[in-house]
């Protein structure tokens, strides 16, 4: 399934049901309210690496259930790129997501992996060590990185980044007490990081009529200027998730 940049326009979508669905399994309130601090996600993943034998923690689904939004969407951008796409999943935990990207893309990709918690890192980097993946193209690579998503811009030039992945970072950060802003601002770097052809992907169980209305806000004015659009994921476990895609506006030129 392709994913075009404008599945839905904005003006369909405000007609939608203004519930608002804030699906959470096994978190504390505490940990919920505080999901935008550092030292929260360091002790969440170092109380879930103690448990013995390693395994992915994953937002509200793997791989195999975006994969056929993903991977039409590397092929498209590699049509018209030479060498690999640059690709960052953003707030990685430990989620498999990143590294299945790497397995599975028939097209050349350098996969980023980046988090705010060294220890979700650390326990990424040892399991990709000893688990020896093999990528579908052998042009391809796999990075963890430990990352402040806040602050983009410091690891990434303008214009670097293919694709950047966001499967429920956002979503952490918009529920917590103070995490708003940092969410606003992450969007707004992402547009500055990636290339005029990239998109930012948002994975999200956040109901379009309230999250169409807050992307557009977030990047009123901001440079470059972009597309917002959204497709429905499907249901999983009762629940519906949701693909938002942010894209730099591409200006063309009008010939006289």
């Given at each position: 399934?392709?994913?075009?940049?404008?599945?839905?326009?904005?003006?369909?979508?405000?007609?939608?049901?203004k519930?608002?669905?804030?699906?959470?399994?096994?978190?504390?309130?505490?940990?919920i309210?505080?999901?935008?601090?550092?030292?929260?996600?360091?002790?969440?993943?170092?109380?879930?690496?103690s448990?013995?034998?390693?395994?992915?923690?994953?937002?509200?689904?793997?791989?195999?259930?975006v994969?056929?939004?993903?991977?039409?969407?590397?092929?498209t951008?590699?049509?018209?790129?030479?060498?690999?796409?640059?690709?960052l999943?953003?707030?990685?935990?430990?989620?498999?997501?990143?590294?299945?990207?790497?397995?599975?893309?028939?097209?050349?990709?350098?996969?980023?992996?980046?988090d705010?918690?060294?220890?979700a890192?650390?326990?990424?980097?040892?399991?990709?060590?000893?688990?020896?993946?093999?990528?579908?193209?052998?042009?391809?690579?796999l990075?963890?990185?430990?990352?402040d998503?806040?602050?983009?811009?410091?690891?990434f030039?303008?214009?670097?980044?293919?694709?950047?992945?966001?499967?429920?970072?956002?979503?952490?950060?918009?529920?917590?007490k103070?995490?708003?802003?940092?969410?606003?601002?992450?969007?707004?770097?992402?547009?500055?990081?990636?290339?005029?052809s990239?998109?930012?992907?948002?994975?999200?169980?956040?109901?379009p009529?309230?999250?169409?209305?807050?992307?557009?806000?977030?990047?009123?004015?901001?440079?470059?200027?972009?597309?917002?659009?959204v497709?429905?994921v499907?249901?999983?476990?009762?629940?519906?998730?949701?693909?938002?895609?942010?894209?730099?506006?591409?200006?063309?030129?009008?010939?006289?």
């Open positions: 399934m392709l994913f075009t940049r404008f599945a839905v326009p904005l003006r369909t979508l405000q007609a939608l049901s519930t608002h669905r804030w699906h959470h399994t096994g978190l504390t309130n505490e940990l309210e505080n999901m935008d601090k550092k030292a929260t996600w360091d002790r969440f993943y170092t109380e879930n690496g448990k013995g034998q390693f395994k992915n923690f994953e937002w509200f689904f793997g791989f195999h259930s994969k056929d939004f993903i991977i039409p969407v590397l092929q951008m590699s049509h018209t790129h030479s060498g690999p796409l640059n690709i999943d953003m707030g990685c935990g430990t989620s498999a997501l990143g590294p299945c990207i790497y397995r599975t893309s028939p097209c050349a990709v350098k996969v980023t992996c980046a705010i918690s060294p220890v890192v650390k326990l990424m980097q040892k399991q990709a060590n000893s688990t020896s993946v093999q990528p579908c193209n052998p042009s391809s690579a990075a963890f990185l430990e990352l998503c806040t602050q983009l811009r410091r690891y030039g303008d214009g670097s980044l293919d694709l950047i992945l966001d499967k429920g970072t956002t979503d952490a950060l918009v529920r917590s103070e995490g708003q802003v940092k969410a606003g601002e992450i969007v707004r770097q992402c547009l500055q990081v990636l290339r005029p990239g998109s930012l992907l948002q994975f999200s169980d956040e109901d009529d309230a999250r169409l209305v807050w992307l557009e806000r977030e990047v009123r004015g901001a440079e470059p200027a972009a597309n917002v659009g497709q429905e499907g249901e999983l476990r009762g629940v519906s998730y949701f693909c938002y895609q942010i894209s730099p506006c591409i200006s063309e030129k009008v010939s006289k």
